[in-house]
């Protein structure tokens, strides 16, 4: 079985910060991309930030310069640094994966259970 374990969200004034974890467990095989969605209420859930394996990380407009994604391939782990947090970026962040498990004969997307950000006064 092949879970993803968040981390780090909670309740921050307007202009303070917060750091995201994420953690693949179970018999992986290959990770291929990680990324950060979130999911404000009444919304559509977005992407925030994806990293690729070996590739550029990329982030949404309205987070940019903002928010840091970085990611450790040997421990299989996602960290999303986020920095002069605003209102509008209250939201459950969710972590996504693309990777291949043992066993399989191809990669499945997974996703973990959400954590909260609220970003309030």
């Known amino acids: 079985q092949v879970h993803l374990v968040e981390s780090g969200g909670g309740l921050v004034q307007p202009g303070g910060s917060l750091r995201l974890s994420c953690a693949a467990t179970g018999r992986i095989s290959r990770i291929n991309t990680m990324a950060w969605y979130r999911q404000a209420t009444g919304k559509q859930r977005e992407l925030v930030a994806g990293?690729?394996?070996?590739?550029?990380?990329n982030y949404a407009d309205s987070v940019m310069g903002r928010f840091t994604i970085s990611r450790d391939n040997a421990k299989n782990t996602l960290t999303l640094q986020m920095n002069s947090l605003k209102p509008e970026d209250t939201a459950v962040y969710y972590c996504?994966?693309?990777?291949?498990?043992?066993?399989?004969?191809?990669?499945?997307?997974?996703w973990g259970q959400g954590t909260q950000v609220t970003v309030s006064s």
């Open positions: 996504n994966a693309d990777l291949l498990a043992y066993g399989m004969m191809w990669s499945n997307t997974y």
């Open positions: 990293n690729s394996s070996g590739g550029r990380p």
